[in-house]
């Protein structure tokens, strides 16, 4: 039996955190991985692979020039499925090699194999060669992340029926494409797909899509899906999915056929805690396989020692938040800085379609559902000299402020680079700025960082001049 303070099962953002964050105080660290790779989902399944295939698309298909030269603009006119996966193989190799200098720098033990729990503080590793080693450890972290949801009715063969994990290995680039669920997922992969000038089918249950997005936003964004070709099938309940000649058919409730190559059923997640054997250490998962928590902002379960953090415990599910999230489950753990663990208000959420989007703080909807007083401004990228430059016909920024307080209650960007320039806003926000921070600070010139001042100048012109207050400048 080996003896540690921390033992963190899963190396994804979350484990990774909080390991290193450990091992920075000195303490004994384990992390075990089941995959023969640190980096869990984001490095070799989900965030990094996709947005490199996402970069890829972009570059090869020359769809970032398109404005200047014509939608007809390539700058390679066969791209293979070979081209998407030699960036994405050098890529992937590079973030696990920067992982494990990571691991190795601060000491952290990495041990490759299953974890599960023998009693509340001993954890048995099965390791590759059916040997087994038991750690007690005296805290333990659950960072075991999603896998993606497969129901039994579909069958799933790994090339014309598959899932958002399998799309990273199709041997070529299908003609057609049909993607079940309109999530994250689903609109990032439909908005790839269509760039590369495949035939893209969207199918979704609801109405709509992404609802915790700004309307505005969102609307733009199917606008733009839809003059680029993509059928949206909102509303519509899928009865059916097959194969069919050389590629699969998806039937749907009101009996539309839909036949593509390849279909992507991308309609959630489900918690990788099946073979944890949570039995053993006094805690339960619910019927989507997420852990809950007894204290949100520690991170800590029902069990005192153990702690659960990342998509293991459910939304928003991001890389982002749970790099965090592992980061301040050790701080409360290890008895550190109480000021350390209270997040700021609001974090930022990237939504890499193509176009990008990015927002942060409270949509128009929540503002009117909240009954607050605001006013919101906006600028079309179109309108900064920077956006004609990169020959941007589309992308748009939205803020919105309060009517009382002035200050920035939420800021939403949809366009190229917006999920870099939404940090901007959310500082702003975090540090409760108010608009007179756009109107009055000076902007580099041309950039689309500009589009905040246009954006607060609208605003601002269109508020009563009591409201408008303290800020004397209009725009032109
Ligand atoms: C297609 C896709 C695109 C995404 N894009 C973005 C994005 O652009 N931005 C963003 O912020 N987020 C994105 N995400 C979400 C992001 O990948 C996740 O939020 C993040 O990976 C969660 O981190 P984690 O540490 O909780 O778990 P994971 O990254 O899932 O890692 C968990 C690890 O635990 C290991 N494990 C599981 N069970 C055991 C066990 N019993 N024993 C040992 N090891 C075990 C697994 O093998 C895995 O390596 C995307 C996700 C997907 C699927
Ligand atoms: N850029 C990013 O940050 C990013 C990118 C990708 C994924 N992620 C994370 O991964 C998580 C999972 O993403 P996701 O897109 O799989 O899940 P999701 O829960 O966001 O979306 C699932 C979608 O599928 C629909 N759906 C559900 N059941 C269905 C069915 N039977 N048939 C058809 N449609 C159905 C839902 O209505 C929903 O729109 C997200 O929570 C997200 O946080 C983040």
Known sequence: MISCDLLVIGSGPAGKRAAIQ??????????????SEVGGVTVHTGTIPSKTLRETVLNLSGWRERAFYGRSYRVKSDITANDLRQRMDI???HEVDTLEHQFARNNVNIVYGI????????????????????????????ATGTHPYRPDDIPFDDERIIDSDDILKIKQVPKSITIIGAGVIGVEYATIFSALDVKVTLVEPRNSMLDFIDRELVDD???????CGVNMRFGQQVKSVGLEGGGSVVELENGRMIYSEVTMFAAGRIGNTSGLKLDNCGLEADSRGRLSLADANSFQTVVP????????????????TSMEQGRLAVFHAFDKDAFAYSAPDYFPYGIYSVPELSTVGMSEEEVVERGIAFESGICRFRETSRGQIMGLDHGMMKLIFSMKTRRLLGAHILGEGATELIHIGQAVLN????????????????????AYKVAALDAWNKMPQSAAGKSQQQSN
């Open 431 to 450: 540090l409760k700025g108010t608009l007179d921070y756009f109107v009055e600070n000076t902007f580099n010139y041309p950039t689309l960082a500009e």
């Open 91 to 93: 890529t992937l190799n």
């Open 305 to 320: 020692h153990i702690y659960a953090a990342g998509d293991v415990i459910g939304f928003p599910s991001l890389a982002s």
């Open 115 to 142: 974890a599960h729990f023998i009693s509340p503080d001993v954890i048995e590793v099965e390791l590759e060669e059916g040997e087994k080693q038991q750690y007690r450890a005296s805290r333990i972290l659950i």
């Open 22 to 35: 450990a091992a920075k105080w000195g303490k004994k660290v384990y992390v075990i991985e089941k995959n």
């Open 221 to 227: 964004l199917m606008h733009q899906m839809r003059d």
